[in-house]
């Protein structure tokens, strides 16, 4: 086994404040060990023995910055699933999706057009999903329209893997028989790739959700956060669900995961009642109070 060499209080300090400041994740004292296996593993690929070298390093211009997307990719959980949160799903069909059904039987659907924003993507499988349900309500309903999910994540490697768009089969048992057969085709003996109509729809970027000031992102009709800011101090976490609102459209859908959020509340938004689903609705100007 390999020797992991000690930090002392003073550089944890230092790489807790920088981490939380960089990319927003909270390291408690608990996940020193954590840290300190990411790091000296990194080191050790690339022949540095000291953390300070490795800080020095981290802040060299532009082999720095490279070398901080490697580590970044290290240090942040990236566990997903397909249909990972089935009543999430359900949710968006029965708030969001339903409402585009015309409300005479026999009445000519208006056509579609949603946006859908997953924020922390991952390596794809919840941006994917989203494109699925949406797609597989329409055709089921005969809707005609369009739908886009951009997807945003801080790792480009998992975003890199996300673009291709191609699983193991281990990581699709989670989906129902039907949707596999009908969305995906096989790429290899042990890989499945997402049909085209779907990989098209789904735009993959990376974005920092602490830097969103600068981001350039339009109006979303529904924005699904899960298992992201649960990493993050509660101040960090209110500042960036108050930003999703602001690019929250009237009568859109914030779908949080259950940690998210505890206690928080908005202005312009109400809760959407269900048990087992954090979500809220933007208000839309016939709901404002005058
Ligand atoms: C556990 S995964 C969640 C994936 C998916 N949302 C789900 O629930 O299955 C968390 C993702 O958040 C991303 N992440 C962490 N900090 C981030 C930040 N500051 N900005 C954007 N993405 C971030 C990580 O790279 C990781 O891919």
């Not at 930090?7 to 408690?28: V, Y």
């Not at 339903?98 to 005479?104: I, M, N, S, T, Y």
């Not at 941006?127 to 309500?137: E, P, Q």
Request: charged share 30%.
């Amino acid at each position: 086994m390999q020797q992991v060499p000690p930090m002392d209080d003073a550089q944890f300090q230092h790489w807790q404040q920088m981490l939380e400041s960089r990319i927003g994740i909270t390291l408690p004292a608990e996940r020193k060990s954590f840290l300190l296996t990411s790091l000296s593993g990194r080191m050790r690929e690339i022949g540095c023995t000291r953390y300070q070298d490795y800080l020095e390093l981290l802040n060299n211009g532009r082999h720095g910055a490279v070398e901080w997307e490697i580590l970044v990719d290290r240090l942040t959980v990236h566990e997903t699933r397909f249909y990972r949160d089935r009543q999430a799903l359900q949710l968006l069909e029965d708030h969001c999706l339903a409402r585009l059904l015309p409300e005479e039987e026999g009445a000519e659907p208006a056509p579609v057009r949603l946006d859908l924003w997953s924020a922390g993507c991952a390596t794809g499988e919840e941006a994917f999903s989203l494109a699925i349900a949406v797609d597989h309500f329409m055709r089921r309903h005969g809707l005609k329209g369009y739908c886009s999910v951009m997807a945003t994540d801080i790792s480009r490697a998992s975003l890199a893997h996300a673009r291709e768009g191609v699983y193991h089969r281990n990581r699709l048992k989670n989906l129902p028989l039907e949707i596999l057969r009908e969305y995906f085709t096989p790429w290899d003996l042990d890989h499945y790739r997402l049909i085209k109509r779907i990989r098209e729809r789904v735009c993959f970027t990376r974005l920092n959700l602490i830097n969103l000031d600068a981001a350039r992102i339009g109006m979303m009709d529904v924005i699904f956060c899960q298992n992201v800011l649960i990493y993050f101090r509660r101040e960090r976490r209110e500042e960036i669900v108050n930003r999703f609102v602001e690019h929250l459209r009237p009568g859109g859908l914030l779908i949080l995961g259950a940690g998210e959020v505890v206690h928080w509340r908005h202005p312009d938004l109400v809760p959407v009642a269900s048990d087992e689903v954090i979500a809220f609705r933007r208000e839309t100007e016939d709901n404002l109070a005058p």
